[in-house]
């Protein structure tokens, strides 16, 4: 299943700078945090959309390495009319969710954490795509635009 993308056209976007990031251990998350808060800063972004961005890399990544068995976490800085932003596309091949409105809800979990992680990954970016099904993993596409 699929969730329809929001948000300026992809075709409308030019990437000015992409590094892919292997997610298998607790270090690597770190490591993409780090990358990631580096990509704000030279994207621009204000202090708070710094940490939404950051925020939201974070939760995708532990999801994909906690339930997806680990993945890749791709940066691409993205200028569209000016505008500076960042798309994230987080991929694995674990087991996919079945439930994907159950998945986003505020307070659903299959672990011991609080609930808020898809949810509150798209509430964070201005564009959320979530690509996933049984058997097939996941990708979720997650675009934060400068100033908006």
């Known amino acids: 299943m699929a969730l329809a993308p929001s948000g300026p056209a992809a075709d409308r976007h030019v990437i000015?700078?992409?590094?892919?990031?292997?997610?298998?251990?607790?270090?690597?998350?770190?490591?993409?945090?780090?990358?990631?808060?580096?990509?704000t800063l030279r994207a621009g972004f204000s202090i708070v959309d710094q940490t939404r961005v950051v925020t939201a890399a974070s939760e995708l990544a532990r999801n994909a390495y906690i339930h997806g068995g680990g993945?890749?976490?791709?940066?691409?800085?993205l200028t569209t009319g000016g505008n500076a932003g960042l798309r994230l596309t987080v991929q694995?091949?674990?087991?996919?969710?079945?439930?994907?409105?159950?998945?986003l809800a505020d307070g659903f979990t299959t672990g011991v954490g609080l609930g808020h992680g898809l949810g509150g990954a798209r509430r964070l970016m201005n564009d959320f795509e979530l690509r996933t099904g049984p058997g097939q993993g996941t990708t979720v596409?997650?675009?934060r635009w400068a100033g908006r």
């Open 16 to 39: 000015t700078d992409r590094t892919v990031h292997h997610v298998r251990t607790e270090e690597d998350l770190l490591t993409v945090r780090h990358a990631v808060r580096a990509a």
């Open 71 to 77: 993945g890749t976490v791709t940066i691409d800085q």
């Open 92 to 103: 694995d091949d674990g087991p996919g969710i079945l439930d994907t409105d159950a998945a």
């Open 141 to 143: 596409i997650a675009t």
